[in-house]
């Protein structure tokens, strides 16, 4: 399934010249001016073309500078309220739309955006326009349909027919959420992103925003989910959304929701989402795994509109990886990262680091303590960190964790989890506990202790080089959640820089369900 706007283009509008109309609010001999059509000859009157015009950076054809993307989108009130797609307007710097057919733009201004449902209204200068009423009612497999707009980048209207194929098709796509669409065959080509499907009656029935050209399958957000929300959209309010033009990517080492452009004053644009950023993680769940927004937008479904949530961003253009909070104020600030913070401390390739071929997820044995290790650490223990504790899970992971726990020649990581520790010690208690009860200090060069801190912990980390003689590093790391709850001991050796990518993986991926 392509995204309509995606297959074409972020493409430049050349507009020919046309027939000269009565007015660009439209208003023909078989329709009352500012009145509801019903018909579908009428339709026509109902319907705009949107230019888009911004600097957008697109996953396959990169940065687009001032370019014009090309929409449609229909009117739903006398007043010039207009629907059409939230890809098609969110994060243009400014839009040109044409009614009816008119050669003369008019100028519009965004009222509110739904980047899950895909859905936008913006309303137009000026009132008295004619407008589309909604279909009332169910929507019948086989019901003629037809769908109206201006593909292609042409200025000229144009209407296809074909029949409801499939009334309630899944809603789960790469740039959208919803609990269903509406599948039909009638063609629908990019440009035609936001227009109306209608009836033989000129009742709109669902919003076009995307087709399978290979299957000639088309789709249509349905009446349903617009009228779910209209009315927040028509009162300013943007609807899960943050503000971004996105869609999930999978870039090869990751997953996330690939930003194409930013609503300016928007919660992403405040704490310094860019084009071309990838949002990996939202409230630390990873996003897009299966190809979808779901996991995306059913995180904005769970909190309410300007609630802080954690945020982590991949830059692509420079690697880097950015995090924060929304709606804090705040800006990005770039991760903390061992393999950054290592680098001229560790060596490249040894025989027992080479060759990690990827990484799976790891638990102790309760399920409550997840963390992402290398597939080659496949000797794994998950008994509790202290026996006599309620909450107090851990997992130590190695290719041989004997080896790991009894000589230096073995990378590997425990990581432990203790309610109890967080209420009778603190970061540098626990630090010089594990300092003293595996002698590191007589065994390794101790380096310092160091601040650590992330959005979710912060702390410090103890560093010791050239462990047993071997040149070996040990961190061990202790850190706390904002609210105290529990405290985290990390301790992993390390023989090369490959195992610090390991901790930052680590600590970038897991998880304490408490």
Not at 132 to 146: D, I, K, M, N, R
Not at 198 to 214: F, H, L, M, P, W
Not at 225 to 230: H, V
Request: glycine share 12%; with cysteine.
């Amino acid at each position: 399934m392509n995204r309509s706007l995606r297959n074409t283009t972020i493409l430049t509008m050349f507009v020919g010249m046309l027939a000269f109309l009565l007015a660009a609010c439209g208003g023909g001999d078989d329709a009352e001016p500012g009145g509801p059509i019903d018909s579908l000859d009428d339709v026509q009157q109902a319907v705009v073309r949107i230019v888009a015009e911004g600097t957008f950076i697109d996953p396959e054809f990169g940065e687009q500078l001032n370019a014009a993307g090309g929409g449609s989108g229909f009117i739903i009130d006398q007043s010039g309220l207009v629907v059409t797609n939230s890809h098609v307007v969110t994060g243009a710097a400014l839009l040109r739309v044409y009614v009816g057919g008119s050669d003369r733009p008019l100028n519009a201004r965004i009222l509110g955006v739904s980047e899950c449902s895909d859905l936008a209204i913006i309303d137009l200068d000026g009132d008295g326009y004619p407008f589309l009423s909604l279909h009332e009612g169910p929507v019948q497999t086989g019901l003629s349909a037809f769908a109206a707009g201006f593909p292609l980048g042409d200025p000229e209207y144009t209407l296809t027919r074909g029949i409801v194929s499939k009334a309630r098709a899944d809603g789960e796509s790469e740039w959208a959420s919803v609990d269903y669409v509406m599948e039909h065959d009638a063609r629908i080509n990019p440009g035609n992103s936001g227009g109306p499907l209608v009836t033989e009656d000129g009742a709109v029935i669902g919003v076009n925003y995307a087709s399978s050209s290979g299957t000639n399958q088309y789709f249509a957000i349905s009446v349903e989910e617009l009228q779910r929300i209209s009315d927040r959209l028509i009162a300013d309010e943007d609807v899960t959304s943050i503000g971004v033009n996105g869609q999930a990517v999978n870039f090869g080492d990751g997953t996330g929701i690939w930003v194409s452009s930013v609503q300016s004053g928007s919660p992403a644009d405040v704490v310094g989402v860019e084009p071309g950023d990838i949002i990996t993680r939202l409230e630390d769940l990873q996003l897009s795994i299966d190809g979808t927004m779901r996991d995306y937008c059913d995180i904005l479904r769970t909190h309410a509109a300007g609630s802080v949530m954690s945020i982590e961003v991949l830059r692509y253009a420079t690697d880097q990886v950015l995090e924060g909070r929304l709606n804090t104020g705040t800006k990005l600030e770039q991760s903390f990262s061992f393999a950054t913070a290592l680098e001229s401390d560790l060596g490249g390739s040894a025989p027992s680091a080479r060759g990690y071929s990827g990484f799976h997820e790891v638990t102790d044995n309760s399920g409550v303590l997840i963390i992402e290790v290398p597939v080659e650490w496949s000797d794994v223990e998950g008994t509790p960190w202290f026996d006599d504790e309620p909450f107090a899970p851990s997992i130590t992971a190695a290719r041989d964790v004997d080896s790991y726990w009894n000589d230096w020649k073995e990378p590997g990581v425990f990581f432990g989890v203790s309610e109890e520790l967080a209420q009778f010690t603190d970061i540098a208690g626990l630090l010089d506990k594990v300092r003293t009860t595996l002698s590191l200090d007589t065994a390794c060069e101790f380096v310092g202790r160091f601040d650590y801190s992330d959005p979710r912990y912060a702390g410090q980390y103890d560093q010791f080089d050239n462990c047993g003689g071997e040149g070996v590093q040990y961190i061990s790391l202790a850190v706390l959640p904002e609210d105290g709850a529990f405290m985290i001991s990390v301790q992993i050796q390390l023989l090369t820089q490959q195992d610090a990518e390991v901790l930052d993986r680590i600590l970038a991926s897991f998880i304490v369900r408490n």
